[in-house]
């Protein structure tokens, strides 16, 4: 494999983001979902520029960098795809979620790329089941790309709400919810299988007119995620601040979730041959879901 010419000169700072370039030891980190089996994480960045007030990977050991300071720092993993190419024997028949601890398409991947590099050889990984999920239209800039993996490649777009006001406040890096359904039309357009991840669920203004948008952007799947907090997580003041204490309820998840039900029938059909129960009660403080969590 030849590797790409790198930016030759990484900026220190990319609009106000620290950036800092690594050689990165690993690049594919086995994972287990209870309903899918193993697979693959592969994160091509550490960190991200989204700094999603949320996320649980600011909590990730880390002896550079304190969990306030998660968003306004980011390690480019300089030789993810020479890795991934080193590493490709272990995907044979292998499901790849790209990422679980970063965006693959936070704004930086518009200079350095290596989301797409890392897509490149994954192309050449002929029985590779590849998820890639995030929140940013950038993805679109690799269209053909994902277009070329036919229907091994999934894009999952993670919408926790309907209302971007809410997104302004805990999502204020990342890109516009008008913006995320834009995508979403664009790549099921373009024959991609798209998922939409309501996650973490987030305050929501109408859920039956979320779920039918979700179904209409032609999506073919959905699915809907709990808040997983940290301890003391400053992140429950500021959900109390704004009166959105009620998406830890699972009564308010379970009323989200049937409203998708509704919408992707089939996933409906599915999960009531299994004879689960559409509104199974969620623990308090529901889990993060799996990486392939859906909503049947
Ligand atoms: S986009 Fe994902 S990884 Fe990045 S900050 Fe938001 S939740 Fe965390």
Redesign the pocket.
């Given at each position: 494999m030849t590797p790409l010419p790198l930016p030759s000169e990484p900026p220190a700072l990319f609009k106000d983001l620290l950036v800092e370039p690594e050689e990165a030891r690993s690049i594919l980190r086995p994972q287990k979902d209870e309903r899918y089996g193993f697979g693959f994480a592969l994160s091509p960045y550490r960190g991200?520029g989204?700094?999603?007030r949320y996320?649980y990977?600011r909590e990730y050991p880390n002896a550079l960098h304190k969990p306030e300071d998660?968003?306004g720092w980011v390690s480019p993993k300089l030789n993810a795809p020479e890795l991934l190419w080193s590493q490709r024997h272990k995907l044979h028949q292998a499901r790849v979620f790209m990422a679980s601890?970063?965006?693959p398409y936070?704004p930086l991947e518009r200079q350095y790329r290596l989301s797409r590099r890392c897509l490149e050889v994954l192309l050449l990984c002929p029985t590779t089941e590849v998820i890639v999920h995030t929140?940013s239209p950038l993805v679109l800039q690799d269209l053909d790309l994902l277009k070329a993996f036919g229907d091994r490649l999934t894009v999952g777009l993670s919408i926790p709400t309907d209302d971007d006001t809410v997104r302004q406040v805990v999502?204020p890096h990342?890109p516009a919810i008008p913006s995320r359904w834009a995508a979403a039309e664009r790549l099921a357009a373009a024959g991609i299988q798209v998922t939409i991840g309501v996650a973490p669920l987030l305050a929501v203004h109408d859920a039956r007119a979320f779920a039918r948008r979700a179904k209409s952007s032609g999506a073919a799947n959905a699915w809907v995620g709990g808040l997983r907090l940290l301890k003391q997580d400053p992140f429950y003041k500021l959900l109390a601040d704004h009166g959105w204490l009620k998406v830890l309820d699972p009564d308010y998840k379970d009323g989200i979730r049937t409203a998708f039900l509704d919408a992707f029938p089939s996933r409906k059909r599915k999960r009531e041959a299994r004879t689960e129960p559409v509104a199974a009660p969620a623990p308090a403080m529901a889990r993060q879901p799996g990486l392939f969590d859906r909503v049947s």
């Open positions: 991200c989204h700094g999603c996320c990977v998660w968003g601890a970063t965006d936070q929140r999502e990342a």
